[in-house]
């Protein structure tokens, strides 16, 4: 089956400071998908991105399909941002193949 | 707007006991379904998935079994727990098949310990 890899595993920032998260994917997808996991377990959704580049607020990502990966650009990070980010591609129908995840800390 | 609920928010039950856990959707109709499991630590893994009344698909082999008996209720069961089957589990629902929302949304999760 199609492997989702990200990277970094972990990573603990100071507030303020920006940051990279990379998705690969071993296949060609349907579409992608970024979550956040809050502390509380609730995954909410960042961005719907099968392709190119969208912003939101201090969030953007950005999908290059035909290199079978994706960014997630975290600017000014709050101690709010801190969680578990995954990235989730969809391979078949509408059938969502989580990542490894990215377990971020945003410290004061 | 859409909502989507689950219940128990936590549950810790013995090895050899049954279960059933619940998802409810609101605000939609013909919804696609899905039950994913997360192990401490790891990402979401598949479990079922369904498309319509009385339509499931699994995904992986194991001790559980899921049902949908209304459009917009999704049951995952289980006759006898073990303790590999503890996580938390989360529902997600996503439009039907021939709808443009190709998004998934996820309810609050049931975190489930099996001692």
């Known amino acids: 089956g199609i492997q989702v890899e990200q990277s970094p595993p972990d990573l603990i920032l100071q507030e303020g400071a920006n940051s990279t998260l990379r998705c690969n994917f071993s296949?060609?997808?349907?579409?992608l998908q970024w979550f956040h996991q809050n502390p509380w377990g609730q995954l909410i959704n960042l961005f719907y991105?099968?392709?190119g580049t969208k912003q939101n607020g201090r969030l953007s990502a950005t999908t290059v399909a035909t290199e079978r990966y994706s960014l997630l650009y975290i600017s000014s990070s709050q101690t709010t941002d801190s969680g578990v980010y995954f990235c989730?591609?969809?391979?078949?129908?509408?059938?969502?193949?989580f990542g490894t995840g990215t377990r971020l800390l945003v410290s004061p | 707007s859409q909502t989507i609920h689950q219940w128990p928010a936590t549950l810790v039950q013995p090895v050899g006991s049954p279960l059933s856990l619940e998802c409810t959707v609101e605000g939609t109709s013909n919804p696609n379904l899905y039950w994913y499991r997360q192990a401490a630590g790891r990402g979401l893994q598949l479990l079922f998935y369904s498309v319509g009344i009385g339509q499931i698909s699994s995904e992986v082999p194991q001790n559980l079994s899921a049902s949908r008996p209304q459009d917009r209720q999704f049951i995952l069961s289980s006759k006898k727990l073990l303790l590999s089957d503890s996580g938390f589990y989360l529902c997600?629902?996503?439009?039907?098949?021939?709808?443009?929302?190709?998004?998934?949304?996820f309810g609050p999760g049931t975190r489930l310990t099996v001692l």
């Open positions: 991105i099968p392709s």
């Open positions: 997600a629902w996503s439009g039907p098949l021939l709808s443009r929302t190709d998004t998934q949304y």
């Open positions: 296949d060609s997808v349907n579409n």
């Open positions: 989730a591609v969809e391979h078949g129908f509408q059938k969502l193949v």
